[in-house]
């Protein structure tokens, strides 16, 4: 092309834009004309989607196009539309030929609203008849922190590395390119198209935001045009007070808040502490604040599986104080027949958490969601990710949170809003997970009531032991509570029965070496479960029990690892003469509760109080009676269990689910057919052996069992797979329980197989103190196969 017809080719092209008159004289009007239809049919579909988010235009504006619309198309057909559509454009997007992208400002007044999402359109004037998918982007839209589970993450092509406290206070906007039905995520390559934005502000307040346009099959234009920066007004949200209350007590809550399309609020990518980004739902406390932009709500509250979920509309409006009251509704109260509930393994830092601009949240945060999800008691572990910072809120003690942290304006408690009580605060320590350390390979140990966190003669995590029965020791030289994690990682065969005997491959992290370690006396207290496959867990801890072992069951959840929608996933339950409170409750509620006494673990949908074996000969405490000979005992117990009294969807998909996948622990997956009953199955040395049926309507129902005891045996009663008893060991004649030999050989030859994995990893100065252990753990298997019956 030389030069005249280049001026010739611009000059024609600024009339067809410029002035639409002279487009017949141009031989244009044929070809703006046939674009009449189609761009009448995409913006016919784009007024459907304006109105289906709840932002349509103006009432006379969309009269006067719905006419345009219904009208046949002919000259000025095009002219008339954008005339009304224009005003509403805040990006002018180019595609030129050659498919580089560039973008202008639009006419559209950049306002948005704080806490709150803002609809603007956008022009696509698309002449190389592109038809990749249009993205707007902006680098104050990436997420405000880095999650520790990936060095890096990419999201739109960014890369997130580290994120400082500036970088992140900078990501004050989120965006959402609106594509969802009728519209199309793909451009339709018509010449002319419009497009939906929408923008959330996390501030108030002048803030600029560069905003950039990219297509798959597009470059950025030579003279990067393809990003425009905009300054934004966006005005203040609504203040709303908020009353909640449980029996006239001042808790906490969960609140999950949705618009009317079902936009999670606050936005999750742009949320601050104490709301976490991962979790939908929000931790309140009574008499603290919320802001949200006018319009309608949804919040379902509760406050964990011991409640009823309940829902309240909520209307804000800029004329009048927004105030939402929300009155909680438990269906079970375990304290009132004396049961205390914890998580015994939750984290402050790593997985779904930041790394950066925090290593992981403090303690005011962690304590915000325990007692959002109504534990009494949780163990708060530090792990490889973030331990130096994460270890300097050890000391040794139960953590007392200053519960006014946070006192932003979003979060702010108003004015004489009641302190709470100290025996109303959920016990908060720090401890140890070993994870992420040299032996982390042989299974996550939990190292619970520790007085030093740090192993003697190491500066790091990577200097301590390659194998855990040393760590175990010194745990135990200091009066530690000690157990695995995730009991079923490297532990599931292809059998979901219970018992089964398949030998596990012992490659992962669960409860892999406490074969070992369970055969050294009083080196370890429990195994922890409840948030991988129960038929995993369970299986490796009754063949342990059916070999004569004393070794509890912890219900955990490993949040935000294994799953990070809350704490309490997985819980225990422990039964006190009161409410634990301070070093004492924590040390009460584990040795007392956990290790000797009544208690029971699950997801918490499902209860087990009081099970006892009832007979006069029988001396001892609850959890162990001895009989100088054989007697037929009863065994009984209180139950409870809530299911929804109708087959919905959402809890057809759990039922249906296949066991290998989550949730692994629910209520839901009890249920009889269609009925809304439960089994409670009464379960001696590892097998069930009777069972009753009860109604799960959160009623509180007696069970009680006949059983014929001739030999040492344990017995426990469980729903599978919601709600399962610690032990009650029975002894018979003085003799120790030997309930199968196939369970010792089972747990022999488990030895062999945890050896071959674990071997090769520990270190070579450590290798030979780690075969004396196993061989140990060889002969003591090998002793109780010889006591064993058959």
């Known amino acids: 092309m030389n030069r005249r017809t280049f001026q010739q080719t611009l000059l024609m092209a600024a009339a067809y834009e410029v002035f639409p008159l002279c487009r017949p004289a141009l031989g244009l009007e044929l070809e703006w004309q046939d674009l009449a239809q189609p761009l009448a049919a995409q913006v016919q579909r784009l007024l459907i989607a304006l109105e289906s988010i709840g932002e349509p235009l103006p009432p006379a504006e969309s009269a006067e196009l719905k006419a345009i619309l219904s009208a046949p198309s002919g000259p000025g057909t095009v002219d008339r539309i954008e005339a009304i559509l224009r005003p509403h454009v805040l990006l002018d997007v180019e595609i030129n030929p050659e498919s580089r992208v560039s973008v202008t400002r639009g006419a559209a007044k950049p306002q948005l609203v704080e806490q709150g999402w803002r609809s603007f359109l956008l022009r696509v004037h698309n002449q190389a008849k592109d038809m990749s998918v249009l993205q707007i982007r902006s680098s104050q839209a990436l997420p405000m922190g880095r999650p520790a589970a990936n060095a890096t993450e990419s999201v739109h092509d960014f890369t997130i590395g580290a994120v400082d406290a500036v970088q992140a206070e900078s990501r004050r906007i989120a965006l959402n390119n609106w594509d969802k ?50 300054l934004f007004d966006c005005v203040a949200a609504q203040a709303i007070t908020l009353h909640i209350h449980d029996a006239g007590q001042h808790v906490t809550a969960a609140l999950l808040i949705t618009d009317q399309l079902g936009r999670v609020y606050p936005a999750q990518a742009k949320r601050s502490l104490p709301d976490l980004w991962f979790q939908p739902q929000i931790y309140r406390r009574d008499g603290e604040m919320l802001s949200l932009p006018s319009g309608s709500y949804s919040v379902e509250y509760h406050r964990g599986p011991e409640y009823l979920k309940k829902t309240a509309a909520l209307q804000v409006t800029p004329s009048a104080p927004s105030v939402l009251s929300l009155s909680l509704e438990r269906w079970v109260q375990p304290d009132r027949f004396g049961y205390y509930s914890g998580d015994t393994h939750i984290h402050a830092a790593g997985c779904s958490h930041y790394e950066s601009p925090s290593e992981g949240v403090t303690p005011e945060v962690m304590e915000r969601q325990v007692e959002g999800e109504a534990l009494d008691l949780g163990a708060v572990l530090t792990w490889a990710p973030g331990f130096l910072y994460q270890s300097k809120f050890f000391s040794g003690h139960v953590h007392h949170v200053d519960t006014a942290v946070f006192a932003s304006d979003s979060v702010a408690p108003m004015a004489g809003s009641p302190r709470r009580p100290l025996e109303s605060e959920p016990i908060l320590r720090y401890d140890i997970e070993v994870s992420g350390f040299p032996s982390s390979h042989c299974g996550h140990l939990v190292l619970l009531r520790l007085k030093e966190q740090k192993y003697p003669g190491t500066v790091m995590p990577d200097d301590w032991p390659s194998w855990n029965l040393p760590i175990l020791r010194w745990a135990k030289s200091q009066g530690a509570i000690t157990g695995y994690a995730h009991s079923g990682w490297g532990m599931v065969v292809d059998s979901t029965e219970l018992p089964n005997y398949l030998v596990p491959k012992f490659d992962s992290c669960g409860a892999n070496e406490y074969l070992v370690d369970i055969t050294h006396e009083d080196l370890l207290d429990f195994v922890s479960g ?86 006069p ?68 040395n590892g097998i069930a052996v009777q069972r009753m049926e009860i109604e799960a309507d959160g009623q509180v129902y007696p069970v009680g069992f006949e059983l014929a005891l001739r030999e040492s045996s344990w017995v426990a009663l469980r729903i599978m797979p919601s709600s399962h008893t610690n032990p009650i060991t029975l002894l018979v004649g003085g003799k120790p329980v030997r309930a199968s030999r196939k369970s010792a050989v089972w747990c022999r030859h488990g030895v062999d197989a945890c050896w071959e994995q674990k071997s090769l990893r520990i270190r070579p100065t450590e290798v030979a103190e780690a075969r004396k252990a196993y061989d140990h753990a060889r002969a003591t298997y090998d002793r109780i196969i010889s006591e064993s019956s058959v």
Do not use: M
């Open 181 to 230: 039905p009728p519209l199309q995520p793909a451009l339709s390559g018509l010449e002319v198209e419009y497009r939906i934005l929408q923008i959330y502000s996390r501030d108030h307040g002048p803030r600029e935001a560069s905003l950039e346009a990219v297509t798959g099959a597009g470059e950025q234009d030579l003279g990067y045009r393809s990003s425009v920066a905009i």
């Open 617 to 684: 000969l029988g001396q001892g405490g609850v959890d162990l009676l001895e009989f100088s000979t054989p007697a037929t005992v009863r065994l009984t117990a209180r139950v409870c269990a809530r299911l929804e009294p109708e087959i919905t969807p959402a809890v057809k998909a759990i039922h249906d689910k296949s066991p290998y996948r989550q949730p692994y622990w629910h209520l839901e997956r009890a249920r009889i057919v269609s009925s809304r009953k439960v089994p409670v199955e009464l379960i001696v």
């Open 530 to 615: 409840c948030d991988t496959w129960p038929f995993a867990e369970l299986n490796l801890w009754y063949h342990v029990l059916n070999c004569g072992f004393k070794l509890r069951f912890a219900g955990e959840t490993d949040f935000p690892c294994i799953t990070d929608h809350g704490v309490g996933g997985g819980r225990s339950y422990v039964k006190l003469a009161s409410a634990p409170v301070g070093d004492q409750g924590y040390a009460d509620w584990l040795v007392e509760g956990l290790q000797h006494g009544q208690s029971y673990f699950g997801d918490g949908r499902s209860h087990i109080f009081d099970f006892r074996v009832d007979h």
